[in-house]
């Protein structure tokens, strides 16, 4: 905990620093942008999950009006076609084989992008269908055909290529253990047994994924794209070119939502590829259909046992997780390796044993989804919580706070102790939950927690540009993609500079122009790109302070530190006035810098603990089985709030989100085909999904690595809430739903089986 | 074809395909792009701008039937001194945004609602002053969707720009 502080700019409510751009609708994404001489692309896409590409004809297409010319899987020669971070399995246009419906066949490039479309029918396409594998279970099973008949190279990331190479159609395979769960399970007073299905999801962010690429035959390539990770994109495009990191620049204007779904490489290959063969910059702007083609989050069938003792303390928990991966790895290894840990929760449980398989089938590749693996298996989690209070006839709350692990405690052997006051958090919940309220009929309540190892890995770098009129540009590589870090970056500038926020101004988006920054996801931006901005400055601060002691010809020691300047007995500098003096110039700068690695106290995995605390109370339409959200609670354990109404705001996002899952979003396949990938047919919150009271607070107990204590949120209130809406229902009514979504039709058929179960019990006492 | 019609209040004569949608137009010919197309079948709103008015879906309206008529996009709300339309302010106030993609859409929803409400007050004076509840705004703005700010921010937006508007109107 660090000493009392007063807060000039962080800590305050500031509007945001991206606001007058986007109520305007001056802001620009990449789906906005055209550069001149641009050519225009569209992709032709497979009909078949699994098949041999035998022949493509594309001569006619290629004498089409306005078209260009024509990629094809056999027309890459020159460049390293497969790309991947984790590992290099996928190709940026189907080559020889391909291995999902939907996935990229052929791309045509012409002058407006009606002549691209129409030249997609003239493009023939002979297939060699085969069996394709469509779920994890025929995936798994002996002689099962394989998605991927070779091996790839690993991806290139330090940090990523730590996944075990897996047999047969296994992409990635996870085993974390510590005690011995087999005996304690065995020896245990009470155990609870369940499988448990988190859906296939959609992330829907609102702009479908774009890019324009414009490659320079001299070996220069610009690229434009609606990404997360600009430098993860221009890692993978320097691999598929051959190209020096100086030579490949990633532009990244505002983002139209990216919920992770936009993190790593999508279409920026097949994009650059289009441009280095058609000679010409090209656009490609996918539909939201072709998006769910891309990318969705994993599915995943959970078996779990969890075990307490006679006195309910948490004795063991032993869980197998299979999830359905897709048809191309992505980030998948990686949402496995999450789910392992993040099924544990926020309890200190003795034995503890996960198998965690992430799975190739034909099916659309599986990617980061907010909260990344997290959802999957907190909703299993905090189910058998609930059931294991109701086994020990002990209220569900209590029972979480006797097993929760207290601050400062280490619940994962090896990991960062806690760093949050989750029983806390838990106990504000349930209080701002229940409010002295008695529970209507139809009505069910419940708290749940979730715990995920966030910030990813900690390789952050940043620069604060300090200019001698008194502004202050950071030059930050993080993505806005309406987190807001662009405002809470600038309010961090302003406090460590002294100055008024309006004078910072956020210049990033550009890897020409700022430094590397690993990533925009797992939350980690204000904890870690916060931190080096804050650093940075504190940089410039030092060199400013060495320029006034030459200024005034005095040993740096006899400088006294003030918010904004320095004093020296009675005279007081401004770093601007410093600045001005030293140089004997108008118009000058300097830089600060700050490079964060894995190392001193961002050494200890991971970077921060993000709790995730719900409450909520549901209300139940038992004729036709609707659930509706009455009261929303969330706690914000975030160590210092940067901006509050934006942490409340991701907060509120979150559990939204997470309430999508939980009631109505599922992609839904029907064989080989997803059949329900429009927004027509795909359900997300609306306006009317909006819970009646909602109640959230934030907890600042100063406890993060980030600046001023502060640590990352956004993806905690994702994961505990479709559970929080299962334990409700079970509340209300006896039925216990382990299958996601919470429809109306899986809730009606549960409430009939409850139903058709007490008729039975009476039956034999009436007999 | 030429159309003829009035964009953000001046008068506009364009070439275009009769094909193209008004979306497609507002965003390739006028490069008023803060008119965004996302789910492109009427589900999500983000397309949205007013016709002498109303709000319509760009991505599925013809342009050839904006002939004659006035279109209002995001980026002719505010005045020419730049001083932004009410629920400009309100937004940015409540945070109603995040990534900011359903911004313009939603502003202009809430915009054709509130000038028909506001309006239909003020025709009737002698009656009791109708208030416009939540359950009114979610109703109307149920056809525009967010992914990021879970909706409370926005409803919050309205409300502070109906009691300005209602105050406005009160002066006038």
Partial sequence: ?767 | MNIAFTLNEKPASIEIEPRETLAEVLRLRCRLTGVKISCESQVCGSCTVLVDALPVSGCTYLAYEVRGKCVTTIEGLADEAGCLHPLQQAFLDQFAFQCGFCTPGMILAAKAFLDEKLHDRRDEKAAEPRQITDAEIIEHMNGNLCRCTGYLPILKAIRQAVTQLQRLGEQS
């Fill in chain 1, 1 to 767: 905990m660090t000493a009392p502080r007063e807060f000039h700019v962080v800590n305050h409510s500031v509007p945001r620093g991206d606001g007058i751009a986007k109520v305007t609708g001056s802001a620009m994404y990449a789906s906005d942008m055209v550069v001149d001489h641009m050519a225009w692309a569209k992709v032709l896409r497979s009909p078949f999950a699994r098949a041999q590409i035998l022949s493509i004809d594309a001569l006619q297409a290629k004498r089409a009006p306005g078209v260009i010319d024509i990629l094809t899987g056999d027309t890459l020669a020159g460049l390293s076609p497969y790309y991947g971070h984790g590992v290099k399995d996928h190709p940026l246009l189907a080559i020889g084989q391909v291995r999902f419906v939907g996935e990229p066949v052929a791309a045509v490039i012409a002058e407006d992008e009606l002549a691209a479309q129409e030249a997609l029918g003239e493009i023939f396409v002979e297939y060699g269908e085969l069996t394709p594998v469509l779920d994890v279970d025929s995936a798994l099973a002996q002689g099962a055909p394989l998605v991927h008949e070779k091996d790839y190279a690993d991806g290139a990331f330090r940090g990523f290529n730590d996944f075990p190479g897996a047999a047969g159609n296994i992409c990635q395979a996870v085993h974390v253990e510590w005690g011995d769960a087999d005996a304690a399970l065995a020896s245990a007073a009470h155990v609870v047994e369940g499988e448990f299905y988190f859906p296939m999801v959609y992330a829907y962010a609102m702009e479908p994924y774009v890019a324009i690429a414009d490659y320079n035959p001299r070996g220069r390539l610009t690229v434009y794209s609606s990404a997360q990770h600009p430098f993860m994109v221009r890692h993978d495009l320097a691999s598929v070119f051959g190209l020096p990191l100086n030579s490949v620049r990633v532009i990244v204007p505002y983002v139209g939502g990216g919920y992770g779904s936009k993190s790593y490489t999508k279409i920026e290959p097949l994009v650059a590829a289009c441009s280095w063969k058609a000679g010409r910059p090209v656009k490609l702007q996918l539909s939201v259909e072709e998006a769910f083609l891309t990318t969705r989050g994993d599915d995943a069938r959970v078996r779990i046992r969890t075990a307490v003792d006679a006195q309910g303390r948490l004795v063991a928990r032993q869980a197998t997780i299979h999830m359905n991966t897709g048809a191309y790895a992505e980030n998948s290894p990686m949402v496995c390796r999450k789910a392992s840990n993040r099924i544990i929760g926020p309890y200190r449980i003795p034995n503890v044993k996960i198998d965690c398989l992430a799975v190739y089938t034909n099916t659309v590749p599986a990617s980061s989804y907010r909260g990344l693996g997290a959802a999957q298996v907190t909703f299993p989690g905090e189910s058998q919580m609930e059931e294991l209070a109701e086994k020990l006839g002990c209220d569900p709350v209590e029972f979480r706070l006797q097993n929760l692990a207290e601050s400062g405690e280490s619940i994962h052997p090896g990991m960062r102790p806690i760093d949050a006051d989750v029983p806390g958090d838990v106990r504000e919940a349930a209080r701002l939950l229940h409010a002295g309220r008695p529970l209507a009929p139809g009505h069910g309540r419940s708290v749940c927690c979730s715990c995920s190892d966030a910030g990813a890995h900690p390789v952050t770098l940043a620069m604060v540009q300090v200019y001698a009129d008194g502004s202050v540009s950071v030059l930050s590589g993080s993505t806005e993609i309406g987190q807001g870090s662009h405002t809470v970056l600038a309010q961090i500038a302003a406090e460590e500079m002294g100055i008024p926020f309006e004078k910072v101004r956020l210049v990033g988006g550009d890897t020409a122009v700022t430094l590397f920054e690993r990533s925009t996801g797992a939350s980690r931006t204000t904890t870690l790109m916060g931190r080096a901005v804050l650093e940075a400055c504190r940089e410039a601060i030092a060199q400013c302070k060495t320029m006034a002691a030459d200024v005034w010809g005095v040993p740096a020691e006899l400088l006294i530190e003030e918010r904004g300047g320095v004093r020296c007995a009675d005279t007081r500098l401004t770093w601007f006035e410093i600045l001005e003096r030293y140089f004997q110039m108008e118009g000058c700068s300097i830089i600060g810098r700050a490079y964060l690695r894995k190392a001193g106290d961002l050494d200890l995995i991971p970077v921060f603990w993000e709790i995730g605390v719900v409450g909520a109370e549901i209300a139940l339409d038992r004729e036709t089985g609707k659930i509706s959200l009455d009261t929303l609670v969330t706690i914000g354990d975030v160590g210092l709030a940067i901006n509050p109404a934006m942490t409340e705001g991701q907060d509120l996002g979150a559990a939204t989100m997470g309430l999508g899952a939980g009631l109505f979003e599922e992609l839904i396949y029907d064989g080989q085909q997803l059949i329900n990938g429009t927004m027509l047919e795909y359900r997300v919150p609306r306006f009317s999904d909006l819970a009646p009271n909602i109640r959230m607070k934030l907890v600042q107990n100063r406890d993060g690595v980030g600046p001023y204590g502060a640590k990352g949120g956004g993806e905690g209130a994702v994961n505990p809430i479709s559970p929080c809406m299962a334990n409700a229902l079970y509340q209300a009514t006896g039925a216990r739903i382990r299958t996601l979504p919470l429809t109306p039709e899986r809730v009606w058929k549960a409430l009939q089986c409850v139903k058709s179960q007490q008729v039975k019990t009476k039956a034999p006492a009436g007999a």
